[in-house]
């Protein structure tokens, strides 16, 4: 069996270690909210999570959640003068220029919430407001597998397929807050193509998700085809991405072949974003790597998608494109939240620089 | 019969009505250079243009290149010392940032040659250097189609598919100067769909561009379907999307098939880009555009393009982003490759001022 797909908790630097100012990051989720206090080079000093419980409300959310930033603060040993600012992944709908959630599938009734100032206004910091997987590609882009990277694009592999696209600092959220929502991008042009969670035909996600898989695992398992799969669901186990992994370690063709086909559509997905950002790298994440580079199977789902990537890719490319595992696991998204709260406070202090020495 | 796909001569200012600084842009294409020396607001004031005569060799192509700047420059009335820079827009495969073409296919023997340089020394000017489908987009969102837009995808339509992308000024020239190659985003993830003229399987370019058209064309030609393209083919007519546009335009069912369902590609080709980049625009541009705004058959064939857009975009995304043809026309090449001199000398003016800054 694989590794469990959870990493490991972060080891956190004490207080007197870390270099100031210092962040807080906020990732919040359908079910829980992750929070922890990161220090200017990335280096976590504290981190906990509670219950989202989005039916409780936006309000109320938005309270707990600034409970939980002075929870974090606290159990840092730091102080809030010591803190920058928060940064805070959310996910979608949402409009990013105005602070709002505006219809998220996964936290009904926070529709049209002004979260950013909401949060601001119970936690007592200015928040910086970030799509959740743009947050968690900037987390990996600053410290993580990016960290030598000028540019990068990262795939979030679970239920969806979540993508955040960097290019030197600029976090590509478009004009309408839209920008990196590679998960769909259309891989098969035809109107009969499997559809996305979405709802549209052919895009990466219908393939290269947890959901995509498990469509796919139906379909062969109705065919007949031969599979250890079959004797597990029939004894009441629940069809997952890692019910698939457990197969394919212990011999099962058909769940292998299943798994090293995402792998294949992954690659098909990476080649259409090399051929438009052509980034340093790609970094793939998310709850869906089957063990990472710690697991055999892991590593060969990743192979299989280089191997996709050099039949593919222009040839400069290929060769010269780096493709590997994210590094930071559930911790990119609270990371990557602080290091977009650093980046907006960076440029704001830039912005005062600039405009003291016009004033000279 | 549409209108003529070659846009008029552009409106040329006079020296004295021109803004300063000048500069010149060079568009560099298999067959012909063309040459045009405009001025700060990206107005044009001369424009010219010499054969490429790629076999008589790069240092050759050089040489003239930098005399038809020093006669644009003439021509203008204009003096070598109101010339900021020279921009050069040049087919790849290139080395951007060294200035080098590596391996041109519509330049044989101009490979390995360190065009940048020996174009400056040629004219006696200091080049900036980019690929034409990028230079001809920024030309579109300095002065033409995107010139109200924040960012903008520009797919132009010709043999193949070329592809510019521009967010506020930063050209997606990639860390390989293979950035925005949009023409080879894999739309069919097939191993068996139609090949790309790369040779790879599935590539928008396979069905948006002049060859993809003629390839469906010839395929149902083929198959017997009825089409008064036979009996055009048959009396010794080449087979373009001309002689498509022609045949549709007088009624041919077959041809306007064909040429909307191009549009269409281009549509799933556009969402794409359009979940990935978010801008605020995509124009359509290039010799294929079947007349253009100008045309009743080129109308339609925008109209099924955003029509594609619509049924597939994100609903906020298909309701706001701006889908219509480049304006520029063929002048797209060299105004851009001017606007692309320009940003670099913008660019080093402003770093200049930095370091006076500083030094103060």
New interface residues.
Partial sequence: MPPATVPPAPSLIPFHQARQPLFVGVDLGGTRIKVGVVDDLGRPLSHLSVPSEPRTGPENGAQRMGQAVRDAIQQAGATMASVARVGLGSPG?MDIPAGMLLDPPNLPTWQNFPIRDRLSHHCGLPVAFQNDANAAAYGEFWVGSGQDW??MVMFTLGTGVGCG?I?DH?I???????????G???????EDAPKCS?G?PGHLEA?ASAKGVLRRTEELLASGRKTSLSARVSAGHELTPLLLAEEAEAGDELSLEIILETAR?LG?GA??????????GVAIGGAMTFGGHDSALGRRFLERVREEVRR?A?P??AE??VIDFARLGADAGFIGAAGVARLEHTKQKTAVQTKT?KKE
Same sequence: chains 1, 2.
Avoid: K
């Fill in positions: 709908t000028h540019s696209i290019i600029l590509f959220d478009g004009e309408n807050s839209h920008g990196a929502e590679c769909h991008i259309i891989i098969d042009h035809r979405c549209q393939y559509y098909v080649v259409t974003l090399m051929h438009t950002i052509d980034p340093s593919r222009f400069v490319l010269r494109t020495q």
